[in-house]
Each structure stands twice: as structure tokens, then as C-alpha cells.
């Protein structure tokens, strides 16, 4: 089955730029979309169809995907931006199958 | 506005069979062709897919869940169910129900607390 790798965890003072990957096999091919988890709430899609934001999440969420690597980018950091955040891919290579990566938390310093 | 709502116990004991249930408001689960899917998530782990079920009833399954797991849909009642058997502590979790937009999962619901124990 396909397979999604996260860095566990990325630190980032407030103001910078988080940069957070997945990659995959050619995930360049696939769509990939991004979810933003804290404590005690559900998921919230940030990044759909790799790079499309859905209504009401700030234009510092960005994405883009190419070649093995998925990349959600937060620019100018706040501290409400801390939580874990999961890449996740829809895989019909045999059957039809919703693949999420492991997670990446990201510290605001 | 889409909403949807997890219900179920919150305490189950080892062995036995886990049913859940979300109901969906703000709009028919038969009428659009979306997915609706179950995904947990596990003390100190990340999300996990469950499976899940099309607007025509077809469904889909986590191969490593596959064994144990059914989802199927009540267009009646507008809801969606997840039954899960042969339940260990592995799989106290936090259950969310959800649908599809594309390939996204665009819509949650806030999740239920699921514990076994005896």
C-alpha cells in the first residue's frame, strides 16, 4: 500500500516560515491535501487538490507537490498555528483507499 | 452548512463489537455522490482510515481493518454507521465521522471518545 513519510516534528519562531513534507512515490502525481489537528478539536482541511485553500483559511497556508515531495508552507508563523498537521492522499492503485502520512508537529518558539 | 455527529457508547469491553453512528444535517447523504468516512485516531498515534461507504452504498476498507469492519448507510434516517468487531485495547481511539469533497476530506464531526476496557 502507499506509503506517506512525515518529519515528526518542525520548529519555527513566530513571523518565519514553516515548511512541512511529505513525501511519497511520485506523490507528484497524486493529489495531496493537508490537515491542521489541535488538541481536543477535530481535523481541518488548510490545503486541498495540493494547493487549493478552502474558504476562510488565510493566505499564509500554501501548498505545492512535485516529483516525490508534498510541501505545506506557512508563512509569517503565529502561535494559534501550533498543532499537528497531516498530509493525506487518495490511493486507487489497488482498490480505492484514503492514505494520511504520520503527522508533523509543529512548535511556534 | 454541512454538519455531522458521532454517537455511540463510550465504553466497550474487549471482544465484543463497537457500533457507531453519524447523522448528517444540512444535507442527504443519498443525494450527491460523496464518500462518507470513518477515521480514528488513537492515544499518542496519528489518523487512521477506517473505510468507506459511497453515496450508492458501495463500500471501502483499510486492508488492516478489513476483517473486522462494516460501514453501511440508513438513507432514512440520513445516517451512517461503522461497526467494528473483536475489539482489543488497540482500538480505543477517538472516532470521527466524515465526508469527502473530491478526494479531501472536507467535512467533520467533532469526534466521540471510544475506550475498551472491562
Known amino acids: 500500500s502507499y506509503v506517506l513519510t512525515q518529519p515528526p516534528s518542525v520548529s519555527v519562531a513566530p513571523g518565519q516560515t514553516a515548511r512541512l513534507t511529505c513525501g511519497g512515490h511520485?506523490?507528484?502525481?497524486?493529489?495531496v491535501h493537508w490537515y491542521q489537528r489541535k488538541p481536543g478539536q477535530a481535523p481541518v482541511l488548510v490545503v486541498y487538490?495540493?494547493?487549493d485553500r478552502p474558504s476562510g483559511i488565510p493566505e499564509r497556508f500554501s501548498g505545492s507537490n512535485s516529483g516525490n515531495t508534498a510541501t505545506l508552507t506557512i508563512s509569517r508563523v503565529e502561535a494559534g498555528d501550533e498543532a499537528d498537521y497531516y498530509c493525506?492522499?487518495?490511493?486507487?492503485?489497488?482498490?480505492?483507499?484514503?492514505?494520511f502520512g504520520g503527522g508533523t508537529r509543529l512548535a511556534v518558539l | 452548512q454541512l454538519q455531522l455527529q458521532e454517537s455511540g457508547p463510550g465504553l466497550v469491553k474487549p471482544s465484543e463489537t463497537l457500533s457507531l453512528t453519524c447523522t448528517v444535517s444540512?444535507?442527504?447523504?443519498?443525494?450527491?455522490?460523496?464518500?462518507w468516512d470513518w477515521i480514528r485516531q488513537s492515544p499518542g498515534k496519528g489518523l487512521e482510515w477506517i473505510g468507506s461507504?459511497?453515496?450508492?452504498?458501495?463500500?471501502h476498507y483499510n486492508p488492516s481493518l478489513k476483517s473486522r469492519v462494516a460501514i453501511s448507510m440508513d438513507t432514512s434516517k440520513n445516517q451512517f454507521s461503522l461497526k467494528l468487531r473483536s475489539l482489543t485495547a488497540a482500538d480505543t481511539a477517538v472516532y470521527y465521522c466524515?465526508?469527502?469533497?473530491?478526494?479531501?476530506?472536507?467535512?467533520w464531526g467533532q469526534g466521540t471518545l471510544v475506550t475498551v476496557s472491562s
Open positions: 487538490d495540493d494547493r
Open positions: 511520485n506523490i507528484g502525481n497524486k493529489r
Open positions: 493525506q492522499v487518495w490511493d486507487s492503485t489497488n482498490d480505492h483507499h484514503v492514505v
Open positions: 461507504v459511497y453515496y450508492s452504498g458501495n463500500t
Open positions: 466524515a465526508r469527502h469533497l473530491g478526494y479531501s476530506l472536507a467535512y
Open positions: 444540512g444535507g442527504s447523504i443519498a443525494s450527491s455522490n460523496y464518500y
